[in-house]
């Protein structure tokens, strides 16, 4: 059965360094999506991503965030100054258009020192 | 806007008795609702989506739901719990198609025998 997946499973960084975040989303779908879970907190929507461009972001997603489709198959997050607020569980989601189901990959731990 | 209160961070059942989860939601367009299990170190999956239709939904491993709108509820139900069913369960809802899903709090569902 398809998959997302997500590389790494856990990403150790120091403050202020950038991090890329990296999914490769099922084939065929069309909509993708990155969403955070802090320890012991709600998962929350970051952005979602349709047709090579943002289709709607949260107030989380600021200008340190970014997000990109490079070659057609992965969908990347980039964090450019990694805060200590930034250590939570990121996952990539993806949906395809008929189907109104999201399907989540297994999520990076990210852990900011 | 959309919101979700998942009534009971913990919520413990003998093996074999009756699992309810509660969930309330808020939208102010009809609701797209799902229910998501995540087991320890793990993604999450998908347990079952009301989008119109049946106000009744089955999902995987025996569970089911009930959309009630005058409620504004969407309950997770099973009749029977097994070990397996140890996980953390999260309410979902979004306005449709393809748009970001707001999660509830979650529910740690625990088994005993």
């Known amino acids: 059965e398809p998959e997302v997946t997500q590389t790494p499973s856990h990403q150790v960084t120091q403050m202020g360094q950038e991090v890329i975040l990296r999914c490769v989303p099922i084939s065929n779908h069309l909509y993708f999506y990155w969403y955070r879970q802090i320890l012991g907190q709600k998962v929350e929507f970051l952005v979602s991503?349709?047709?090579?461009?943002?289709?709607?972001k949260s107030e989380i997603f600021d200008d340190q965030f970014s997000v990109e489709r490079p070659d057609g198959s992965n969908f990347t997050l980039k964090i450019r100054s990694t805060k200590l607020e930034d250590s939570a569980m990121y996952f990539c989601a993806s949906q395809n258009d008929a189907l109104y189901e999201q399907y989540f990959g297994p999520g990076t731990r990210l852990t900011v020192t | 806007a959309q919101s979700v209160t998942q009534l009971g961070s913990h919520v413990s059942v003998s093996e074999g008795a009756l699992v309810l989860l509660r969930c309330n939601y808020s939208?102010?367009?009809?609701?797209?609702l799902f229910w998501y299990v995540q087991y320890p170190n793990q993604g999450l999956q998908l347990l079952l989506k009301?989008?119109?239709?049946?106000?009744l939904v089955k999902g995987i491993n025996g569970f089911e739901a009930e959309f009630k709108k005058s409620e504004t509820s969407f309950h997770l139900t099973k009749p029977s719990a097994h070990m397996s069913d140890a996980a953390e369960y999260f309410c979902a809802v979004g306005p449709g198609t393809a748009s970001k899903l707001t999660f509830g709090t979650g529910t740690r569902l625990q088994v005993t025998l």
């Open positions: 939208s102010s367009v009809p609701p797209y």
């Open positions: 009301y989008t119109t239709g049946a106000t």
């Open positions: 991503f349709y047709n090579n461009e943002i289709s709607e």
